[in-house]
């Protein structure tokens, strides 16, 4: 531990999640509070985050909920608004949110899928981003983590407008990282590759056999934790990532470097 730090990371901090109903959004709302964080938990399925804030309670931390469908800007906004009325302010956004596409050649694909994606992973992040930021400059300052993924950097087949989306969550975070950083407020994407999670689970049992193919491809041979990736959006939530912004950090177990 060096000097300065607090014992707990995020010891005092606020921090607001989307998509923590499951999957990596849910590691972190764990991860975070186990960080000492306040946590404000959001998705759609209320049920999923009743009980996480239960169990978190359990342990000890402070933790609520807040209902919103990312895609809505005034949704989002009252998500925002719930975490300064419970707990005085935000301090990081963790905007993780997302939706995929199925693997079918872009040609194929419905003009219904490219929106869902756009709607959700995009206007998502940026309907996020633009509240938070009003809150953290009344605050003074504070750091937001965008889930872009590996598709956000480099290419695959069958997966064009998530891609192109993620692609477009490393340029909204830049963007905002160069507007904000003169305002304390740091803005970085974390880029994941295969995790465990409901999007992964639903496609490996359309086809066994893209598992496989999905191991082989990936220098660690295996797919992440959801945990694995929450500890690297805490880190970068974390005053000890203090001159880190506009960045995107690959948590991929090398899959880019290959
Ligand atoms: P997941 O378990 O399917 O989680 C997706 C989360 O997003 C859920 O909590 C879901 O909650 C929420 N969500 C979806 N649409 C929403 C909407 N319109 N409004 C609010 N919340 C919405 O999958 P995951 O892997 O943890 O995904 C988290 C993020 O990681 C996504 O941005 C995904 O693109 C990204 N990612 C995943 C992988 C991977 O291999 N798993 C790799 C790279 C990047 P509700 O349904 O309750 O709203």
């Known amino acids: 531990m060096s000097a300065g730090h607090p014992v707990a990371p995020l010891a005092g901090k606020v921090a607001l999640i989307t998509g923590a109903s499951s999957g990596i959004g849910a590691a972190a709302a764990r991860v975070f509070a186990d960080q000492g964080a306040a946590v404000v938990l959001s998705a759609r399925r209320e049920d999923r985050l009743l009980d996480l804030v239960a169990g978190l309670r359990r342990t000890g931390a402070e933790a609520t909920h807040w209902v919103a469908d990312v895609r809505s800007g005034e949704e989002v906004g009252r998500a925002v608004e719930h975490s300064v009325e ?9 905007n993780n949110a997302g939706a995929g596409v199925p693997k079918e050649p872009m040609h194929r694909l419905a003009d219904v899928n490219y929106e869902l994606v756009m709607d959700t992973n995009v206007r998502g ?18 750091a937001i983590i965008n889930t872009s993924s590996v598709g956000g950097l480099v290419a695959s087949s069958t997966a064009a407008p998530y891609i192109a989306a993620k692609h477009a969550v490393i340029g909204l975070t830049k963007a905002a990282a160069v507007e904000y950083a003169p305002h304390n407020i740091r803005v970085n994407a974390i880029a994941p590759g295969l995790t465990r999670s409901e999007m992964i689970d639903e496609w490996f ?6 598992e496989q ?3 082989r491809s990936a220098p660690q041979g295996r797919a992440a ?3 694995e990736v929450a500890e690297a959006a805490a880190w970068l939530g ?7 912004t506009g960045a995107t950090l690959s948590v991929d177990g090398g899959r880019t470097a290959w």
Not at 86 to 94: P, Q, T
């Open 238 to 244: 974390s005053d000890r990532a203090s001159f880190v």
């Open 213 to 215: 193919r999905a191991y």
């Open 125 to 142: 992040v940026w309907n996020c981003m633009r509240h938070e930021i009003t809150a953290m400059l009344a605050g003074g300052g504070g």
């Open 225 to 227: 934790d959801p945990v």
């Open 205 to 210: 049992r359309s086809s066994p056999e893209a």
């Open 86 to 94: 419970c707990y005085g302010r935000l301090d990081i956004a963790f």
